[in-house]
Nanobody, 126 residues
Framework: QVRLIESGGGLVQAGDSLRLSCAAS????????MGWFRQAPGKEREFVAT????????DYVDSVKGRFTISRDNAKNMVYLRMNSLKPEDTAIYYC???????????????????WGQGTQVTVSS
């Protein structure tokens, strides 16, 4: 059974930083791409960042490029999202997701992620 557990969310001020963590279990972690998505109130879930199984490839939504960094530690079964220069529009529930097929490239589409965590709230005040 795959489990993804996010942590690290919270209430911060604009310009602050946060690091989200996601602990994965249930499958060989190093075989699968990982992604971060977010959903703001009244909006659809959107792609934020993805990292390949090897960690060598990443991709980001334009709105976070240069501010957010996704990384993974395959020895610890962990994926991270470092968020700098946070803005009020970054306020959302952030979800960690694991890709379904092994050893793919970066994945943006949510339909290619069959496994999801419960989410962690990030609130950025102005």
């Amino acid at each position: 059974q795959v489990r993804l557990i996010e942590s690290g969310g919270g209430l911060v001020q604009a310009g602050d930083s946060l690091r989200l963590s996601c602990a994965a279990s249930g499958r060989p972690f190093s075989n699968y791409a990982m992604g971060w998505f977010r959903q703001a109130p009244g909006k659809e879930r959107e792609f934020v960042a993805t990292i390949t199984w090897s960690g060598l490839g990443t991709d980001y939504v334009d709105s976070v490029k240069g501010r957010f960094t996704i990384s993974r530690d395959n020895a610890k079964n962990m994926v991270y999202l470092r968020m700098n220069s946070l803005k009020p529009e970054d306020t959302a529930i952030y979800y960690c997701a694991q890709g379904g097929a092994p050893m793919t490239g970066p994945i943006r589409g949510p339909n290619e992620y069959p496994y999801w965590g419960q989410g962690t709230q990030v609130t950025v005040s102005s």
